[in-house]
C-alpha cells in the first residue's frame, strides 16, 4: 500500500503528467500508455490520479480542499468497500486521513504556485532570422526577423492564455478542451481567438491580421471609434491604424509564404518592399526618385535571396538599384 501511494503522489507532482491530463499529445498519449502497461498496478494508478487532477481542475482548486472533500477522496482511492481488501484497523485509518489532509493541502499550495508563477518568456530574433516556437499550451508560433514574442513561463488550467508580440508571426493556436480563449496583444490592438492559424504584422504603428483558418475578433483601444468589435472571417485581411481600418479579401499564401523561406509579392509598392526590407534585414533603403515609391511589383524569390529580389525589380522597372552592406539605393536607371 504504502509503494502504491508512493507512486501515486509522485504521478500528481509530474509535470509531464499534469501537462498530459490538461493537455494530451499524441506523443504524451504513447509515453503513459508505455508507462502504464508495465502493469496493471500502473494502470490503476494512473487512472485515479487522472480523475484526482480532472477532479482539482473543475473545482477551480486554487486553495486546499475541505477536510470533508479529502476524507471523501481518500476513501475513493482506498476503495473500502471492495470485499477483497482488508479492514483498516481505526489508529491506521486516522493517520491515513491526516497524511492525506496534508498531502492535498501541498498539491493544493502546489498547482496554485504553479498556475500563478509569473515568470517571463521572451522570444527575439534578429535581421534575417525565423523561429519556431512551442507555447505552453502545444500551440505552435514562428515568429519572423526582428520581432520579440513575451508570455508567462507557466499557464495553468484556469489562467488566461496571452502573448505579446512585436514585429511579425504566424499562429497556429491548440483548441483547449475546456475553450479557453487565446490573445495576443500588438499595440493597442488585441486579438482573440479559441483555435485559429492566422498571421499578425505589427510594425511602424500598424498592425495587420490575416486569417487563415478559424475565427477572429479584434479590438483597439486607441480610438473610440474603432472600440467595438471586429470578427473576421478565413481568407480576410484587416489592418488597423491609429484611426482608421480596413477590412478585405486577400491571398493569404501572400502573406504567410515568409513563414516557408519564400517572399511572395503581388502589386507590392517599392515603397512596402523597402519597409519589409529596413524591419525585417535591417537595410537602409533610399528611394532617389519618388516616382518610384509608389511602382508596383509582383513575383516571388527565397527569402534570403534579396539579390534575386533586386535582380527582378531592375528588369521589370528598368531602374538601378545599387548595395553598399546594409545601404540600397533605388533610382532611376541613368543610362
Not at 478585405?248 to 513563414?259: F, G, I, L, S
Amino acid at each position: 500500500m504504502y509503494e502504491r501511494d508512493q507512486m501515486l503522489e509522485k504521478l500528481l507532482l509530474n509535470d509531464k503528467f499534469i501537462t498530459w491530463v490538461n493537455y494530451p499529445t499524441p506523443a504524451l498519449d504513447q509515453y503513459w500508455l508505455e508507462w502504464q502497461n508495465e502493469s496493471s498496478e500502473r494502470e490503476e494508478i494512473l487512472s485515479e490520479a487522472r480523475q484526482l487532477v480532472q477532479q482539482m481542475n473543475s473545482s477551480g482548486q486554487a486553495k486546499p480542499l475541505s477536510d470533508q472533500e479529502v476524507q471523501t477522496m481518500w476513501q475513493n482511492l482506498q476503495n473500502q468497500d471492495n470485499p477483497s481488501r482488508p479492514n483498516i484497523k481505526m489508529y491506521s485509518r486516522k493517520y491515513w486521513i491526516a497524511a492525506s489532509i496534508i498531502f492535498f493541502i501541498s498539491f493544493g499550495i502546489f498547482l496554485y504556485l504553479r498556475q500563478t508563477e509569473k515568470v517571463l518568456i521572451t522570444h527575439q530574433t534578429t535581421y534575417g532570422e525565423t523561429q519556431s516556437i512551442v507555447l505552453p499550451d502545444s500551440s505552435l508560433v514562428i515568429l519572423n526577423a526582428n520581432s520579440s514574442l513575451v508570455y508567462t513561463k507557466n499557464w495553468g488550467v484556469s489562467s488566461e492564455r496571452k502573448v505579446i508580440l512585436e514585429g511579425e508571426a504566424f499562429f497556429d493556436i491548440r483548441h483547449t478542451y475546456d475553450h479557453r480563449q487565446f490573445f495576443v496583444k500588438a499595440n493597442s490592438v488585441t486579438i482573440e481567438v479559441l483555435g485559429t492559424s492566422f498571421n499578425v504584422h505589427n510594425r511602424r504603428d500598424r498592425t495587420q491580421v490575416v486569417l487563415q483558418e478559424g475565427k477572429v475578433s479584434l479590438y483597439t483601444d486607441k480610438d473610440a471609434s474603432l472600440r467595438s468589435e471586429i470578427t473576421m472571417q478565413p481568407g480576410e485581411l484587416v489592418e488597423i491604424t491609429d484611426t482608421d481600418y480596413i477590412q478585405r479579401e486577400v491571398d493569404v499564401n501572400t502573406y504567410t509564404a515568409w513563414t516557408q523561406d519564400e517572399l511572395i509579392f503581388s502589386g507590392t509598392s517599392i515603397a512596402d518592399i523597402a519597409r519589409m526590407l529596413e524591419d525585417n534585414y535591417g537595410l537602409e533603403i533610399h528611394i532617389q526618385d519618388n516616382s518610384l515609391a509608389n511602382k508596383r511589383f509582383t513575383g516571388r524569390v527565397a527569402s534570403g535571396d534579396l539579390d534575386g529580389l533586386f535582380g527582378q525589380m531592375k528588369k521589370v522597372f528598368q531602374i538601378d538599384i545599387q548595395q553598399n552592406r546594409q545601404q540600397v539605393i533605388i533610382g532611376s536607371n541613368s543610362r
